[in-house]
Structures are given as C-alpha cells and as structure tokens.
C-alpha cells in the first residue's frame, strides 16, 4: 500500500482575496499538514485550477508557495490555467506530453495518469484528438498494471445542477477509451468543489473539496446569481493505493475560519 | 571565473543539503551548476539527472544544460518525479 496526497482547486493569488476566501492562508495551512504528517507519501497531485488568474506573477508567487512541500507536487490544469504558464513555472516529470499538462508515472505496482482536460477561454472541459490518443497510447503501456487516472474536468454528470453543464464535454469518447482498459481502477477529478463518489461500469469517479472554497450543497437550490461558497471546512485527499483496493481519506485542513470568509 | 551562483531548493531536497534552504557553487551555465551540486552535495548527485527541474528567472529550463547563469540569477532546484 503506498499513499500520495490529493490536493484539488488551490485558486492561488499572489495578492488578492478569491470568494472573500485567502488562498495564500489556505494553501499554507495545506502545506503544513503534508509536511507534518504525510512526509511518506510518494506525492502530492493538485488537480487543477492552480490559480485564480494565469500569470506570470501568480504562478511565481504559487512555486514559492509550494517550495515548502516536503514531498513532490504533480500539477495539472484546470480551467482557470494556462498551459504555457503552468508548463514554464512548475516542474512537470520527464515524459510529459508537448505543450500539454498531460503525463504518466510509475508508482510501485500502480500507473499514476495525469490529463489536461483545459479547453483555453471555456469553464467546461476537453480533451482533443492529440490527448485522446496520448491516453490511449499510455493505457496501452501500461498493459495489466493498475492505473489510476488524475484530472480537472469531472467526466461524468454528478447530480449538480449548476456544476454538470461545465464537466468534461467530450466524455462519451474518453469513456470509449477508458472502457476499453479494465487496469482504469480510479478517476480522481476537481473542479466541482464537492465531495462525491460515482461508481461506473468498474471505474470509481471521486471528486475533492477545493483548498480554497467550496459549492454550496443542492439544498436548499441556488444559481450563479445566488451563489454564495459554503461554509465548510476546506479537505486533503489522503489516497492509499494498494494492489486490490484504493480507499482515499478525507482530511481536513484547517477550520473554515482560517483563512475563510467573514 | 565562474560567477558564483546561489540555488534555492524546494523543501523535499534539503535533506541532501544538510538542511540548507539554498546553497552557493560556481558556475556558468545550468549543466556546470548541477555538476558542481553532486560535487558539493554527493546525496544529491543521484536526483540530479532525472528527479530535478531547474528554473532560471521564473522559467523552467528542460534540458537546455548551455544555458547562461549569473550572480544575479534567480534558480530554483525544484524535485520532480520520473515520468513513465
């Protein structure tokens, strides 16, 4: 069984407050946490969404943040992320995908898969041609050995309805790919702000609070011209892999105060 | 001369520093500074070929081991995992 740590959704700013919520505050008190108690895990993921704004200043003022990390960080875009600026500022492993954010790595008994699922200028997600077959080609390689698959777009419909209509838009063909390769245990995916878990013809779909702040929940119902991030305590991802199961813990960062709206 | 560079190192590295938040050795280019590292640091000479990413001035530098450095150089050594 070995452990990495999941972190999802950072919206870091080198300066200004995002949803009245302080993303510095919060990253921080993540940092900490990783360095205090999960100095053994093999990495720490962040899927996607690593700033508010992609530039050059926010994603400098992100490396600083993460160079306390006791641990590796493996990055990945959300919508909120630039391809080029996340690729110029933060380490990617060897082996990664040109001009994407989109790479494998072999973990003991286990294949790690990162995908850029970021479609530039759009909240909603997608992966072309050119990553469509990357995953294949990757998959293959894989061969019988367990994969689990990491990205920002949720490839399925979660029963949220202000969150749904901005998910992967070309699921249909990722799954014909996926579907394919029985080694797909796991899919971990942000964006959503939400803890869910959805079960899919043998692939378990988990979704991560955000560092920062999260969606409110269904009820009572609320809409964009409404919303307002719930106040509830932000959560790391504590995922155990292990040959016949993965089980992931939800850990809880700091207090909703800390580093929380008013 | 060499300028006489100063490498900030990401958290997960500075174990092999002796605990050093950043180190200084003398070099002129990227490919010379990670030769002078393993010298200097020979726990970390073993990451140096595949576990690192070096960033000069904000930017991460792949394999471009030619690349000039300065004293006023601004270098992260950043640990990253092999891909595969």
Redo the contacts between chains.
């Keep these: 069984m070995q452990k990495l740590i999941w972190l999802s959704d950072l919206h870091y700013d080198a300066q200004a407050l995002v949803q009245s919520h302080d993303p510095r505050v919060r990253l921080e008190a993540a940092v900490d946490l990783i360095?205090a108690h999960h100095t053994d895990a093999?990495?720490c993921v962040v899927t996607g969404d690593m700033v508010e704004t992609a530039s050059?200043a926010s994603y400098?003022a992100l490396?600083a943040a993460?160079?306390?990390?006791?641990?590796?960080?493996?990055p990945l875009t959300g919508n909120h992320d630039s391809h080029a600026l996340l690729?110029?500022?933060?380490?990617?492993?060897?082996?990664?995908m040109p001009d994407f954010v989109q790479?494998?790595?072999?973990l003991d008994g286990h294949?790690l898969i990162a995908l850029d699922t970021l479609d530039e200028g759009k909240d909603s997600g997608l992966l072309c041609e050119a990553r469509l077959s990357w995953l294949e080609t990757a998959l293959e390689a894989a061969g019988e050995t367990p994969v689990s698959i990491f990205m920002h777009h949720q490839p399925v419909k979660l029963g949220l309805a202000m969150l749904d209509p901005d998910n992967l838009t070309n699921a249909e063909a990722f799954w014909q790919i996926v579907d394919r390769y029985p080694s797909v245990r796991n899919v971990f995916a942000g964006h959503v702000h939400r803890p869910t878990t959805t079960h899919r013809k043998g692939v378990t779909i988990t979704t991560l609070p955000s560092v920062l702040y999260q969606a409110p929940p269904e009820h009572p119902p609320w809409d964009w011209t409404t919303f307002a991030p719930a106040r509830e305590a932000t959560r790391l991802g504590v995922v155990h892999l292990g040959p016949e199961q993965t089980t992931v813990h939800f850990e809880k960062i700091c207090a909703y105060d800390h580093g929380g709206a008013p | 001369m060499k300028p006489r560079v100063t490498v900030h190192l990401w958290a997960g590295l500075r174990a092999l520093t002796d605990g050093a938040e950043s180190v200084e050795v003398e070099a002129a280019t990227i490919g010379q500074m990670l030769y002078a590292l393993g010298k200097a640091y020979p726990a970390l000479e073993d990451y140096l070929e595949d576990n690192v990413s070096v960033s000069v001035d904000g930017r991460i530098m792949a394999t471009d081991l030619t690349h000039p450095l300065t004293e006023t150089s601004e270098i992260y050594l950043m640990q990253r995992l092999r891909g595969g």
Excluded at chain 1, 66 to 74: G, H, Y
Excluded at chain 1, 87 to 96: I, S, T, V, Y
Excluded at chain 1, 103 to 106: E, F, K, N, R
Aim: aromatic fraction near 4%; include cysteine; charged fraction near 15%.
């Design positions: 360095n093999v990495c050059d400098a490396k993460l160079s306390r990390l006791s641990v590796p960080v493996l690729r110029a500022h933060l380490p990617l492993p060897d082996g990664a790479y494998a790595v072999a294949v």
